[in-house]
């Protein structure tokens, strides 16, 4: 029996309106995909002329930005 269930694997129409969420939501542009972990879908886009990292937490959906 496992002791963590399985993490959800975004499908690439979940990643496509993501991208527009963030994009509409954030204030971003150019926002681009970068890849997934066990907890986190992790984009990379242009907010306020500087480049943001946004990781969207998978169980509660909240995103996270980081800059460089």
Not at 8 to 13: N, P, R, S
Request: glycine share 4%; charged share 30%; no cysteine.
């Amino acid at each position: 029996m496992a002791m963590f269930p399985k993490s959800k694997t975004f499908t690439e129409e979940e990643i496509e309106k993501l991208i527009e969420y963030i994009s509409i939501n954030e204030n971003a542009r150019n926002v681009t995909y970068i890849g997934q972990t066990n907890f986190n879908v992790k984009f990379q886009g242009i907010k306020d002329s500087q480049r943001i990292f946004f990781n969207i937490d998978k169980n509660s959906g909240t995103i996270i930005e980081e800059t460089e």
